[in-house]
């Protein structure tokens, strides 16, 4: 992880860190600036004047977005040259829009849709970390789970001695992630029971969403249930009645933010 992400993630784990503190640390690193000021004035965020430097975005986004954008920003830099691999392009795909479907579900129970995203962007770290270790050995591994219907955490396991949660949960730790999003991180592919608004909920539904929505990072995966319906059922009737969540536009909508994202 590029040092400066690296340290930013850890200084938002701090409840007294201020925005001059935020600012004055991504400012020093240029591409970084540049490229959450680009996504900043992108159509997705909905700017109403032009961002013009850091204090102004995370005055207008929310410290939340902006983090999750310079955590966008890293692991696209993370992954580097692997994202050619049109098979590690699609897991990469998959985090955005796990991001991105998070932030989306989160804002329908009115929660935080940019810690959402954050967590949503990082819950796959350990995929990315394992890729970035070795691509060519990973990318057998996603083949032989597409041809095969195998499950591809036992294939990490089996390969590396851990799934890629567990990895997750290790880069997180790492790198002092607040331990909310670690714990999202480790468990977001075990059976899920507790408070769908808390983050480990609603990356666990972001992620299964986002899977049956057509982002797995499988080529070819099947998806079980109806992700969507089962979320919208833990809504309170009040709320759950106003959204008229239609699939296929919900699939648009995720589908543009994620080009945005990628652009």
Not at 67 to 74: I, P, S
Not at 140 to 162: I, M, V
Not at 214 to 222: L, T
Request: glycine share 8%.
């Amino acid at each position: 992880m590029p040092t400066v992400s690296a340290r930013l993630l850890g200084m938002m784990g701090r409840a007294d860190v201020s925005l001059k503190e935020i600012s004055n640390l991504i400012v020093s690193d240029a591409a970084l600036t540049g490229e959450i000021l680009r996504m900043s004035n992108s159509a997705m965020f909905g700017a109403r004047s032009e961002v013009r430097n850091i204090l102004q975005a995370l005055a207008v986004l929310g410290t939340e977005k902006v983090k999750g954008l310079a955590c966008t920003v890293a692991l696209r830099s993370y992954l580097g040259n692997a994202l050619q691999i049109p098979a590690l392009k699609r897991c990469w795909r998959h985090d955005l829009a796990t991001a991105v479907v998070s932030s989306e579900i989160a804002d329908w129970a009115r929660q935080d849709g940019g810690e959402a995203y954050t967590a949503g962007i990082l819950h796959d770290i350990g995929r990315l970390g394992l890729i970035a270790l070795d691509p060519a050995r990973y990318l057998q591994l996603l083949d032989h789970a597409a041809t095969h219907g195998s499950c591809l955490c036992d294939l990490e396991r089996e390969a590396y001695g851990l799934d890629h949660a567990y990895a997750g949960e290790w880069l997180a730790t790492t790198w002092g992630l607040p331990p909310v999003i670690s714990s999202a991180i480790r468990v977001h592919h075990q059976p899920f029971s507790g408070d769908s608004f808390t983050i480990t909920g609603l990356i666990n539904y972001g992620c299964r969403i986002t899977d049956a929505l057509g982002f797995a990072s499988i080529e070819n995966q099947e998806t079980a249930g109806e992700p969507v319906a089962e979320f919208l059922a833990t809504l309170p009737p009040a709320i759950r009645d106003r959204l008229h969540i239609a699939v296929p536009e919900l699939q648009i909508l995720i589908a543009s933010r994620v080009n945005a994202l990628e652009a």
